[in-house]
């Protein structure tokens, strides 16, 4: 059974970082996309950024460019991301997600998400 389990949401003042983490469970993930997607209340989810299995390609939504980073730790097999220079407007819950092919921006193309934690961005 494939879980995904976030973590590391939480309160934080403008300006301020958070590093999420999205631990990958119960099957190989070899060839799979992950992306960290994110949902504001009264909003469409959204995508944020994602990466491949193996690393090597990353994608960012336009407005996270130059504040977000998504990364690996192949140990660990979680899927990381740091947010720096947070913004009032990043407050959302934020999902991780795993598709079974390659990128996509597409909520309703990923197979697995986690439950989502929430971040609060506060003025």
């Known amino acids: 059974q494939v879980q995904l389990v976030e973590s590391g949401g939480g309160l934080v003042q403008a300006g301020g970082s958070l590093r999420l983490s999205c631990a990958a469970s119960?099957?190989?993930?070899?060839?799979?996309?992950m992306g960290w997607f994110r949902q504001a209340p009264g909003k469409e989810r959204e995508f944020v950024a994602g990466?491949?299995?193996?690393?090597?390609?990353?994608h960012y939504a336009d407005s996270m460019k130059g504040r977000f980073t998504i990364s690996k730790d192949n140990a660990k097999n979680t899927v990381n991301l740091q947010m720096n220079s947070l913004k009032p407007e990043d407050t959302a819950v934020y999902y991780c997600?795993?598709?079974?092919?390659?990128?996509?921006?597409?909520?309703?193309?990923?197979?697995?998400w986690g439950q989502g934690t929430q971040v609060t961005v506060s003025s």
């Open positions: 997600a795993a598709r079974s092919y390659g990128p996509s921006s597409r909520a309703a193309e990923y197979d697995y």
């Open positions: 119960g099957r190989t993930f070899n060839n799979y996309y």
């Open positions: 990466i491949t299995w193996s690393g090597y390609i990353r």
